[in-house]
């Protein structure tokens, strides 16, 4: 099995990284397409409890440094079937 396969990866993704010449490998290993609020939760589970407030919310400057992801192509909002 070509070792993308395994990987969860939309065609457009990968046709990026591909044309940049990166090994198949390597994208394998290590890329995977994201959607919905996957991103926050890559990006933002390991960050200290002292990045909440008391209500568990983020605190303003998190929400101000990542509010990029919101407006980015990384992001596509339909749900990817992964196997």
């Known amino acids: ?4 396969e395994r990987n969860c990866l ?3 993704h990968l046709e990026e ?3 940049s010449a990166v090994d198949p490998e390597i994208i394998a290993l290590n890329v ?3 959607s919905g609020t996957e991103a926050y939760e890559y990006l933002l589970y390991a960050l200290p409890q002292t990045a909440r407030r008391n209500d568990l919310r983020l605190r303003d400057g998190y929400l101000r440094r990542y509010a990029h992801i919101n ?3 990384a992001l596509r909002y339909r749900q990817i079937q992964c196997s």
Request: charged residues 5%; proline residues 6%; negative net charge.
């Open 10 to 12: 939309e065609n457009q």
């Open 1 to 4: 099995m070509n070792p993308i």
């Open 32 to 34: 995977v397409s994201l």
């Open 71 to 73: 407006s980015g192509m």
């Open 17 to 19: 990284w591909l044309a």
